[in-house]
């Protein structure tokens, strides 16, 4: 049977080359970066080396990177160091976990927490965000797209408010590195997240930008590695793999949306050639990322019925998976409850070919039919 991987949003396989670079730096490298000796110093290099690699991606120095154990890991150091009480914060409905029960877990502590819901096109408003502020605001969080809508955030306009009003902006970016430009030089972004397994890198191993000038207080005790932010000893194979990865990403960005947007309209045009009946349900997102409703079909059922032809999709994002309630993102986003349970998402990517979307929507359309879609 074919197997289909359809689960780009959810995490990615990693670059052939990425294997071989981390197999062999776990069979040449073992040295503690933070010894002195040459085994310590060959170690430090290949980390610096990805430091490099990850501010030239996207365009800062490489003095604002550290690398963390995930972007979960990276979430938590920017917003638990930012954080002081009596701050009012101002973030979004739909933030990943990591950002949301953070911000929960500050709230109980004494953090003012306003939250923002999407408009109808699946992003948040920078007007809205604006209409928040208040003296004490000195934090706004919003995510760069988000994971179950793919709807991409006008971030440029969201810094300039935040600029505007001299308060610091962490952006969650975990699922748009290595999917869209992100010039770092440009957006006044203060803080942002990222994690390589979205990018065709290993898992367990992440990032976070924190510009110049911006002051973290340190959530983890440890020795001082990473400014003292992430201690603990170097995972150096996995931060030398986000570092191939995150370039092999970026240094191709152009061609590889160009490719998976012609996935994405040939998977739109079959679907309207078996005359699929389907709501699109955003129309500016993501590449590769199409989040998908079936009337009246039951979107847990299409799910489990792909997967046994082999295809992988997700019915709401990964984490909130195994409920069988409409998803809280889908219906904030406006999106009737029943549309929502009959909601996929479909995620491709660089690993797809035109083949492969075809089968998919064939093996779609006679399922829809026998599950008596109309
Ligand atoms: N933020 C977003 C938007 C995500 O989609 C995810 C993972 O799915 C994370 C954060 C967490 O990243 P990690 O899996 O590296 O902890």
Redesign the pocket.
């Known amino acids: 049977m074919k197997k289909i991987y359809c689960d780009i949003s959810?995490t990615t396989p990693v670059n052939e080359s990425v294997i071989d670079f981390m197999t062999s730096i776990h069979r040449s490298t073992f040295g503690n970066p933070s010894s002195i000796h040459k085994y310590g110093q060959e170690s430090h290099i290949i980390i610096e080396k990805a430091r490099i690699e990850t501010a030239k991606s996207l365009n800062c120095h490489q003095e604002e990177i550290i690398f963390t154990a995930?972007?979960?890991?990276s979430?938590n150091i920017a917003l638990e160091g930012i954080i002081k009480p009596g701050y009012h914060i101002i973030s979004t409905t739909y933030e990943?976990p990591?950002?949301m029960n953070v911000l929960k877990s500050l709230e109980k502590k004494g953090t003012d927490l306003t939250l923002i819901k999407p408009d109808t096109d699946g992003k948040i408003s920078a007007k809205n965000i604006e209409k928040e502020i208040c003296e004490n605001t000195k934090l706004i969080s919003v995510?760069y797209a988000n994971?179950e809508l793919g709807s991409i955030n006008n971030i440029k306009k969201i810094a300039e408010v935040a600029k505007k009003n001299q308060i610091i902006l962490h952006v969650?970016a975990?699922?748009c590195v290595g999917k869209i430009p992100i010039d770092l030089n440009e957006l006044k972004i203060d803080l942002m997240?990222l994690?390589a397994?979205?990018f065709y890198g290993p898992k367990g191993v992440?990032a976070l930008f924190i510009r110049k000038g911006i002051d973290l207080k340190t959530i983890l005790n440890g020795g001082g590695q990473e400014l003292n932010l992430r201690p603990g000893t170097e995972n150096i194979s996995g931060i030398a793999g986000l570092g191939l990865s995150i370039s092999m990403a970026c240094d191709n960005i152009e061609k590889n949306i160009k490719y998976v947007k012609n996935l994405e309209e040939i998977f739109i045009k079959q679907l309207n050639s078996y005359k699929i009946n389907y709501i699109l349900h955003i129309k500016d997102r993501l590449p590769g990322v199409i989040t998908i409703g079936f009337p009246n079909i039951d979107g847990q059922s299409l799910l489990i019925a792909l997967d046994l032809k082999g295809i992988a999709v997700s019915f709401g994002?990964?984490?909130s998976s195994g409920t069988t309630k409409a998803s809280q993102i889908l219906l904030d986003a406006g999106i009737d409850e029943n549309l929502a349970k009959s909601t996929l998402r479909f995620s491709f990517g660089k690993i797809h070919t035109e083949e492969d979307v075809k089968y998919v929507t064939e093996q779609l359309s006679i399922i829809l039919k026998r599950l008596g879609a109309n």
């Open positions: 959810a995930s972007g979960t890991e979430n990943h990591s950002v995510m994971n969650d975990v699922q997240s994690s397994h979205k992440g994002s990964a984490c």
